[in-house]
């Protein structure tokens, strides 16, 4: 009897418990098609060409063709260096909380007010401010 776990015969895996293998492999594929295409359109929309951006990166331009079109997977290691040159959060990247996707809800009416004091005149701009901080003073004590 073998001590290894792994060759223990209450261990023994079955062709069937691999089936969640293919639903995760072919998932896989599409969630890196999909990256690729966010990082293409990340680098399209900021006038950057597929060079360019490989030479940033260190890495072949072909290789950059191949994360883009989901033909290669992209490391995971760069996410970070590509949310840095993008100026997104790695979330945008990954496809999650990707503003360009959501539905703006309504403004809220501070921000509303913060618009309309950005149009006054200078001199009514400072006043305006001077309140608002003996405002912040007064409830901070």
């Not at 060759?7 to 995760?24: N, S």
């Not at 079109?69 to 490391?75: D, E, K, Q």
């Not at 005149?121 to 003996?134: E, G, N």
């Amino acid at each position: 009897m073998s001590t290894s776990f792994l060759h223990h015969e209450d261990y023994a895996l079955k062709p069937a418990q691999f089936d969640w293998i293919d639903q995760m492999a072919s998932g896989d594929t599409a969630f890196f098609t999909l990256l690729g295409k966010r990082v293409a359109q990340l680098r399209q929309d900021r006038g950057v060409t597929q060079q360019q951006l490989a030479d940033t990166l260190g890495i072949a331009q072909q290789t950059l063709a191949n994360y883009e079109t989901g033909r290669s997977r992209l490391p995971a290691s760069m996410l970070p260096t590509l949310a840095d040159l993008f100026w997104v959060p790695v979330d945008v990247l990954l496809g999650h909380n990707d503003q360009r996707t959501k539905k703006p809800g309504p403004v809220p009416k501070w921000q509303q007010q913060i618009e309309t004091i950005a149009q006054l005149p200078k001199p009514k701009q400072r006043l305006v401010t001077q309140m608002i901080d003996a405002l912040l003073q007064q409830a901070a004590r």
